[in-house]
C-alpha cells in the first residue's frame, strides 16, 4: 500500500523519541535535586548541611554539575608533560616534527653526568596554534622524556600565548597520555582518573631505577 | 448583540461592567457601575479588554511554539534542544526575539516600498482573528458566529496574497520565481482542505464551529479517515511545514521569497508562521477531533489545550521524520492524489447521510465501518494506479543484487 | 513565447556543498542545461609538501587528504611505501590494519548516506542516527591510537602500537548493536515513499559510461559493473576473508545510497571474520628502521577506499624523503561526471546528485 513506508518512518522517530539522549553536557549540566544526590553521593540531609544555597538551588533545576566526554587514556590531548631530569637537550623532537613548531636552545651542562652528557634546556618553546598533535615528537625522543598531554583546554585569547614556554612544561602538573609509552599501559595508568599526577619520572619511564643492593653490588663489589 | 452575547466569557466580564437589568443573574461581584444608557461604553471595554487578552495569549503561545519545537525535535533526534538559556533554556524565544529586533534593516532599492512593507503584516494580522471563533470549552468562546466554518477557511487562505506581496516587492527575479511557486502550492492545496472541511460540515449539519463540536458523537478522525488524512496533509502544504517546505529550504537553490526581508519584517513572517500552525491546530481539533467533548472528570478546557498539544506535536513529529518533496512532485500530489481522495469523502458521506439523515448507535457504526473499507480501498487503488505516474517517475521498491563469485 | 537562459554560480559557501566546491549552472525555467565545476579552493600542496618529509612524516599529510577516512588513506600510502622497500609487514600489523580500514569503511559510508539524506531535506534526523554510530567508532579509534579523525596509525611494516586491553570487548559490543540501529536506519528511509519519488530514475548513470569515465568505488557498483579492488586485487589478507559486493541495477541515486548502505553490513561481516583469525604477536617487525630509506623505484598500489579506488604513485631516489608522490584521488574522478549526470533534471536533483556522488573536497583538491 502507498503510505507504508511513511508510516514506518513515522514509528522509528517514536522509537527514538522514547529512548535515551545522546548528548554530554560539556561543562556543566544543570540537574534536579535527585541528580545531584546521585553526583554528591550524599543522603538529603548532608546535601542541605553541606552546601544550603545549592541544595534549593537544585530543588528548581539549577545545581550544576561538571560532565565530561569519556576519554581514552591514550588520548593525544593539546598539552606537553616534559620531565626536565630526563631531557638530554638532544632536540630530536624539534628534529622530526613535521611543521617545526619546537624551539630548543641550550648551554652545556653544569649537571652531574650519571648517563651521558646532557645540556642546560634555556629555550624549549612548543607552538600548540601550529601543532597538529600527531605525536611524532612524542615518538622520536630516546630517553621518554617528552610525552604528550591529556588536556584539551587551552583556548587562549591572543595567539602568543598559546606559546608553552619552558617554565610552564616545568612546573605543570603532570598527567602524560599513554601514547607511544607501553609501559604505561602495563602499568594500568589512566591519566583522568583523580589522583593521576605524576611526580616521578620512574614511574614512567622505560627503564627501572637500580635498587640499592644493585648499585651497591655495581659501584662497591665490582671495584 | 445577539450572537455575541451568547459567549459566555463575554457576558461575563460585560454584564460586571454595566448595569443592564437583565444581567443581575450574571453578576458575581458587584463592581457594575456603568448605567443602561450607556451600555455601548461597557461592550466597548469588555471588547477591547478580551482582544488584549487573546491577543497576548496567541502571543505568548508563539514563543511556547518557538521552544516546544525546538526541544521536541531535539528529543527525536536523540539529542537535547536548547537548554542553556534560561531553565530547561525557556528564555530561548525571548533570545530569538531580541536577536531579531537588533539586526540591521536592510531595503532593497528596488523594491516597491508600500507593498514591501506590508507583505508581512498581512502575513500575521488575519490569523489572530482565528482564535476568537473557535470554541475553547463547553461554554467558553469568545463569539460563535454562524459560518465559522468558512470563516476559518478563508482566514487561513490570505497568507496566499502576503507571499505573492513579499515575493513581488523584492524586487529580486528569483524572489518572485520563488513565490510564484509557493503561491501556486498553496493555492492547490486549497482546494482538498475546502472539500474535507464540507464533509465535516455535512456530518455536523450547520457551518457554525460550535454547532460542529456539539455534534460530533464520534471524533470525525474515527469517522471519516479519509477526510483526516486529506485536511492534515493539505494543512501541513498551508503552513509551508515538512515535506512540503519548498520556500524554506536554502538546498533548493532558488531563494524563497523571505529572502530580502531581515530583521523585524522576517520576524513578522517567522512570527506569522508559527501563529499559523497553532491556529491550524485548533482548526483540526474542532473539526475532526471533536474538539472540547471529553470525559466531565477533567474540565473541558483542559481536553482541548491536551488535544490541541497533541496535534501540534503531530505536525513536529511529520517535520522531523519526512524529507522533501519536489514542487512539481508537490503539484501533482495535490491535483492527482488528494482532490480525488477529497471528492470520494464527500461523495460516500453525502450518500450515507442522505439514507441515514439522523444517524445513531448501531448507524453510526455502520457508517464508521463504511468509510473505513472506503478508506482502504481509495489508497489502494490511489498508490496502484495513480502513484507510478503521480511523481513523475514510476516508484518501486527496489533492493540491491550482489556479485557472483 | 520565449524564455532566456539563466546562468547562476552556486558560491563556494553553501550550506549543501561537501566542503568548498563552486559550480556555474544555466537552467531553462528548472531544467538544468549545463554545471561546469570550479574547484582548487582546499589546495594545500600536500604532494609537493610530502617531497619534504620523511616516509613516517608523510603519514601525518595523508590523513588530511580525505578526511572522513584517514585509516584507508594510510592504507594505501603504507602499502605503496611497503612495496617499494621491500618490507614484509607482520601479521597482526595487517590484521589490525584490516579491522582499521573497515571500520574506516562504516563511519565514511555513514557519513555519506547521512548527508545526503539531509540535502534531500530530512531536517538532520537520518543524519543524527547515523552520526551517533560513527561516534562509537571514532571513540574505538581513540582508544586504539589517540585521535579520533586524523589518526597517524599506521607505520611501514604494520601499525604503530597494539590495541588496548579494552578496544577488544567494546568492539564486540559495537558489533552486537550495529545491525539493530541499521534495521532502524533502512525502515527510516528505504522505503520510504518521499525518498523513493525524490531519487529513483534521477541522474542515471549507464554501465557503460561508468566505465569509460574510469570512476570507481560504489558508484561503478551501483551502475552494475562487478569491479571492487578488494576480490579483483586482493591486498593485506584480503583473500583469506569472504564477503559479497552490493551491485545495483540501474545506476540512479537511488542505488548509490542502497550500495553504500549494504556495504555497511558487508564491513561488519569482514571485522568480524577479522577477529575469529587474529593472532597475538608483535604488531611491526624489528627489523624496520627509524627512517626508512627505500631503494631507487616506484610503486603503486591502490585500494578500494570507501571513495573508490585510492593509490598513492610514489617514486624514490634513494633519499628518506619522496621524490615524488601523486595521489589518485577517487572524489577528483568520479567529481568529472557529475555534468553529465545531471543535465536534463531539475534544480533540486542538482544537490542530491552531488550527495549521492560522495564527494570529499580534502581529496578533491589535496
Given at each position: 500500500m502507498f503510505g507504508i513506508g511513511l508510516l514506518k518512518g513515522l514509528f522509528t522517530t517514536l522509537k527514538n523519541l522514547l529512548g535515551p539522549v545522546?548528548?554530554?553536557?560539556?561543562p556543566n549540566k544543570k540537574v534536579g535535586l535527585i541528580g545531584a544526590l546521585k553526583f554528591h553521593k550524599k543522603t538529603p540531609f548532608q546535601f542541605l548541611k553541606s552546601q544550603p544555597t545549592e541544595f534549593f538551588k537544585s530543588l528548581v533545576g539549577f545545581h550544576e554539575v561538571p560532565e565530561y566526554p569519556s576519554q581514552a587514556s591514550r588520548f593525544r590531548g593539546q598539552d606537553f608533560n616534559w620531565f626536565e631530569d630526563r631531557c638530554?637537550?638532544?632536540?630530536s623532537c624539534a628534529k622530526y616534527c613535521p611543521l617545526g613548531i619546537i624551539k630548543i636552545e641550550t648551554t652545556p651542562s653544569?649537571?652531574?653526568?650519571k648517563e651521558g652528557s646532557s645540556y642546560d634546556i634555556d629555550v624549549f618553546d612548543i607552538d600548540i596554534?601550529?601543532?597538529?598533535?600527531?605525536g611524532l615528537c612524542v615518538e622520536a625522543c630516546p630517553f621518554d622524556a617528552l610525552h604528550m598531554g591529556s588536556?584539551?583546554?587551552?583556548?587562549?585569547?591572543?595567539?602568543?600565548?598559546l606559546v608553552i614556554p619552558v617554565d610552564e612544561l616545568r612546573k605543570a602538573v603532570k598527567t602524560p597520555s599513554t601514547w607511544f609509552r607501553p609501559q604505561m599501559e602495563d602499568k594500568n595508568y589512566?591519566?583522568?582518573?583523580?589522583?593521576?599526577?605524576?611526580?616521578?619520572w620512574h614511574d614512567i619511564g622505560r627503564h627501572e631505577q637500580p635498587s640499592d643492593e644493585e648499585l651497591t653490588e655495581r659501584w662497591v663489589n665490582e671495584r | 448583540m445577539g450572537p455575541v452575547r451568547e459567549s459566555f466569557i463575554f457576558e461575563f466580564l460585560y454584564c460586571h461592567l454595566s448595569l443592564e437589568a437583565s444581567c443581575s443573574s450574571v453578576r458575581?461581584?458587584?463592581i457594575a457601575f456603568i448605567p443602561e444608557n450607556l451600555s455601548w461604553i461597557s461592550f466597548i471595554l469588555t471588547a477591547f479588554f478580551w482582544i488584549f487578552v487573546f491577543i497576548n495569549a496567541a502571543l505568548v503561545g508563539v514563543l511556547a511554539l518557538i521552544w516546544g519545537e525546538r526541544r521536541l525535535i531535539g528529543k527525536f533526534q536523540a539529542r537535547l534542544g536548547?537548554?542553556?538559556?534560561?531553565?530547561?533554556?525557556?528564555?530561548t524565544p525571548v533570545a530569538d526575539a531580541i536577536k531579531v529586533m537588533f539586526k540591521e534593516d536592510i531595503e532593497p532599492t528596488l523594491s516597491d516600498k508600500l507593498i514591501y512593507v506590508l507583505a508581512p503584516i498581512l502575513m500575521v494580522v488575519p490569523?489572530?482573528?482565528?482564535?476568537?471563533?473557535?470554541?475553547?470549552?463547553?461554554?467558553?468562546?469568545?463569539t460563535n458566529i454562524s459560518v465559522g466554518v468558512v470563516f476559518v477557511l478563508a482566514i487561513t487562505s490570505i497568507n496566499s496574497l502576503s507571499v505573492l506581496m513579499a515575493g513581488w516587492a523584492s524586487g529580486n527575479r528569483f524572489a518572485i520565481i520563488g513565490g510564484i511557486r509557493a503561491v501556486a502550492m498553496l493555492l492547490s492545496y486549497e482546494i482538498p482542505m475546502g472539500i474535507s472541511a464540507a464533509g465535516v460540515v455535512i456530518v455536523a449539519g450547520s457551518l457554525s464551529l460550535s454547532e460542529v463540536v456539539n455534534n460530533q458523537v464520534i471524533p470525525n478522525a474515527i469517522f471519516q479517515p479519509l477526510g483526516f488524512i486529506t485536511f492534515l496533509v493539505a494543512s501541513t502544504a498551508e503552513l509551508n511545514?515538512?515535506?512540503?517546505?519548498i520556500t524554506e529550504a536554502?538546498?533548493?537553490?532558488?531563494?524563497?521569497?523571505?529572502?530580502d526581508y531581515s530583521s523585524m519584517k522576517f520576524g513578522l513572517f517567522y512570527l506569522g508562521e508559527f501563529m499559523a500552525t497553532i491556529a491550524s491546530s485548533a482548526i483540526i481539533v474542532t473539526f475532526y477531533?471533536?474538539?472540547?467533548?471529553?470525559?466531565?472528570?477533567?474540565p473541558s478546557e483542559i481536553w482541548f489545550l491536551a488535544k490541541w498539544i497533541g496535534v501540534i506535536a503531530i505536525f513536529i513529529w511529520f517535520r522531523a521524520t519526512f524529507p522533501r518533496l519536489r514542487i512539481d512532485q508537490i503539484m501533482s500530489l495535490a491535483w492527482k492524489g488528494l482532490f480525488e481522495l477529497s471528492l470520494i469523502n464527500i461523495l460516500v458521506l453525502a450518500l450515507m447521510i442522505a439514507i441515514w439523515p439522523d444517524p445513531s448507535g448501531m448507524q453510526l457504526l455502520l457508517m464508521t465501518l463504511i468509510n473505513w473499507v472506503v478508506f482502504f480501498l481509495s489508497i489502494y487503488i490511489f498508490g496502484k494506479i495513480?502513484?507510478?505516474?503521480l511523481t513523475g517517475n514510476k516508484i518501486k521498491k527496489r533492493s540491491v543484487i550482489y556479485g557472483l563469485d | 513565447m520565449s524564455t532566456e537562459l539563466v546562468t547562476m554560480n552556486i558560491g563556494?559557501?553553501?550550506?549543501?556543498?561537501?566542503?568548498?566546491f563552486r559550480m556555474r549552472v544555466t537552467f531553462d525555467g528548472e531544467t538544468i542545461i549545463d554545471a561546469e565545476p570550479i574547484i582548487?579552493?582546499?589546495?594545500?600542496g600536500s604532494e609537493k609538501l610530502a617531497e619534504e618529509r620523511t616516509y613516517t612524516q608523510v603519514v601525518t599529510l595523508t590523513d588530511r587528504m580525505d578526511y572522513t577516512a584517514s585509516m584507508t588513506n594510510n592504507q594505501a600510502y603504507i602499502l605503496s611505501v611497503e612495496k617499494l622497500s621491500g618490507i614484509t609487514p607482520s601479521e597482526r600489523g595487517v590484521w589490525l590494519r584490516m579491522i582499521a580500514a573497515e571500520l574506516q569503511r562504516i563511519a565514511a559510508h555513514s557519513v555519506a548516506i547521512g548527508f545526503l539524506i539531509n540535502d534531500l531535506g530530512a531536517w538532520h534526523t537520518p543524519l543524527l542516527y547515523l552520526l551517533r554510530e560513527r561516534e562509537k567508532i571514532l571513540e574505538l579509534f581513540e582508544m586504539m591510537?589517540?585521535?579520533?579523525?586524523?589518526?597517524?596509525?599506521?607505520?611501514?611494516?604494520?601499525?604503530?602500537m597494539d590495541a588496548p586491553d579494552e578496544f577488544w570487548p567494546s568492539l564486540n559490543k559495537f558489533l552486537d548493536e550495529m545491525p539493530n540501529r541499521l534495521d532502524d536506519i533502512e525502515n527510516l528511509l528505504t522505503d520510504n515513499e518521499i525518498i523513493l519519488a525524490r531519487t529513483q530514475n534521477v541522474a542515471t548513470l549507464k554501465k557503460d559510461d561508468a566505465i569509460n569515465a574510469s570512476v570507481t568505488g560504489p558508484m561503478l557498483r551501483a551502475s552494475?559493473?562487478?569491479?571492487?579492488l578488494r576480490h579483483?586485487?586482493?591486498?593485506?589478507?584480503?583473500?583469506k576473508i569472504s564477503f559479497r559486493r552490493p551491485l545495483g541495477t540501474v545506476g540512479d541515486n537511488n542505488d548509490r545510497y542502497l550500495v553504500r548502505l549494504h556495504e555497511i553490513r558487508e564491513s561488519l561481516k569482514i571485522v568480524e571474520q577479522c577477529l575469529d583469525l587474529i593472532e597475538p604477536?608483535?604488531?611491526?617487525?624489528?627489523?624496520?628502521?627509524f627512517l626508512v630509506r627505500p631503494p631507487e623505484g616506484e610503486s603503486y598500489v591502490p585500494i578500494e577506499a570507501p571513495k573508490g579506488e585510492l593509490g598513492f604513485y610514489l617514486v624514490s631516489?634513494?633519499?628518506?624523503?619522496?621524490?615524488r608522490c601523486h595521489v589518485r584521488a577517487p572524489s577528483l574522478i568520479n567529481l568529472t561526471l557529475l555534468r553529465d549526470m545531471v543535465?536534463?533534471?531539475?534544480?533540486?536533483?542538482l544537490f542530491v546528485t552531488f550527495g549521492s556522488i560522495d564527494v570529499n573536497m580534502g581529496e578533491v583538491d589535496r
Open positions: 545522546f548528548t554530554v553536557q560539556y638530554t637537550g638532544c632536540a653544569s649537571r652531574d653526568k596554534g601550529r601543532c597538529m598533535f600527531c588536556g584539551f583546554e587551552r583556548a587562549n585569547e591572543k595567539r602568543k600565548g589512566k591519566p583522568r582518573e583523580k589522583e593521576a599526577e605524576i611526580k616521578d | 458575581v461581584l458587584n536548547p537548554n542553556r538559556w534560561g531553565p530547561l533554556g525557556l528564555f490569523v489572530f482573528m482565528i482564535f476568537p471563533v473557535i470554541p475553547y470549552g463547553a461554554k467558553t468562546f469568545l511545514r515538512s515535506p512540503f517546505d536554502e538546498s533548493e537553490l532558488v531563494a524563497g521569497y523571505m529572502t477531533f471533536s474538539g472540547w467533548r471529553g470525559p466531565t472528570f477533567i495513480l502513484s507510478p505516474n | 563556494p559557501i553553501h550550506p549543501s556543498t561537501h566542503g568548498v582548487g579552493y582546499l589546495h594545500r591510537c589517540g585521535a579520533r579523525i586524523t589518526n597517524s596509525y599506521l607505520r611501514p611494516g604494520g601499525v604503530f552494475g559493473v562487478d569491479w571492487d579483483r586485487n586482493p591486498y593485506d589478507y584480503y583473500e604477536g608483535p604488531v611491526k617487525p624489528e627489523e624496520v628502521p631516489d634513494g633519499g628518506i624523503a619522496p621524490f543535465i536534463g533534471y531539475k534544480i533540486a536533483d
